[in-house]
């Protein structure tokens, strides 16, 4: 166990429609980073969040936006969302500080399901 | 491209067994080189290594990084069939907190 929660565990969507999953970090922990992992591939990473600030992203388009909230939990929301999205949504909180590089520690996931 | 290359992608074994899983990367400036363990969901972090030729070792787990030849292996020893799981090898890069970048895995299936 990490300390890392995600919610919810799973959820089924239709295209076009909306859905938020969210994200607890790690006591101690101030940064967030999303990731989608597609069936038989390893993660890719989606967009990073330091001290409620976005740090960094990946190739996604728009329609994937986040948030990080004072208390370091994240958000993360998919609009429109089409067939593609359909994969296991991972978090990870690590130690961020300048010049630091810690650990990602990883939560369970989010499975989501476009039909 | 895939900048981050696993091999074999599956692998089966039998108990008692010792396997090598290996990681090729393209990336030469990354921060840190992490191998995870996927068993269901969450990715459990196994070892970070920094630098060349110091190996991390964890029970019946051990790592190396090999920054010259651009390669990460982990071994593991004496297999059960708790290690059954996809084997992730991720670097750090970019960025002031630094992103990882996965390789696909390599899924181990250790047989009775």
């Known amino acids: 166990e990490t300390g890392v929660t995600q919610s919810p565990t799973h959820l089924i969507k239709t295209r076009g429609q909306q859905v938020t999953l969210r994200c607890s970090s790690q006591s101690g922990h101030n940064t967030v980073s999303w990731y989608q992992q597609a069936l038989g591939q390893g993660p890719q990473f989606i967009f990073q969040?330091?001290?409620?600030?976005?740090?960094g992203r990946g190739n996604f388009p728009p329609r994937f936006s986040g948030l990080q909230f004072p208390n370091y939990s994240s958000e993360l929301n998919v609009n429109a969302l089409e067939l593609d999205d359909s994969a296991l949504y991972l978090c990870?909180?690590?130690?961020?500080?300048?010049?630091?590089?810690?650990?990602?520690?990883f939560g369970p996931g989010t499975r989501l399901t476009v039909l | 491209e895939d900048k981050v290359v696993q091999s074999p992608l599956s692998l089966v074994v039998h108990e008692g067994d010792t396997v090598t899983l290996n990681c090729s990367y393209e990336v030469t400036n990354f921060r840190s080189l992490l191998w995870y363990k996927q068993e269901k969901k969450a990715p459990t972090f196994l070892f970070m290594l920094?630098?060349?030729?110091i190996e991390k070792k964890s029970g019946r787990l051990s790592s190396i990084l090999d920054k010259k030849e651009l390669f990460s292996i982990l071994n593991i020893t004496a297999t059960q069939t708790g290690d059954s799981a996809v084997y992730l090898c991720?670097?750090?890069?970019?960025?002031?907190?630094?992103?990882?970048?996965f390789g696909k895995g390599t899924k181990l299936s250790v047989k009775p």
């Open positions: 990870a909180s690590s130690r961020g500080g300048t010049g630091r590089t810690d650990t990602q520690y």
């Open positions: 991720a670097l750090i890069i970019g960025g002031s907190q630094g992103n990882l970048i």
């Open positions: 969040y330091y001290r409620e600030e976005e740090n």
């Open positions: 920094t630098s060349s030729g």
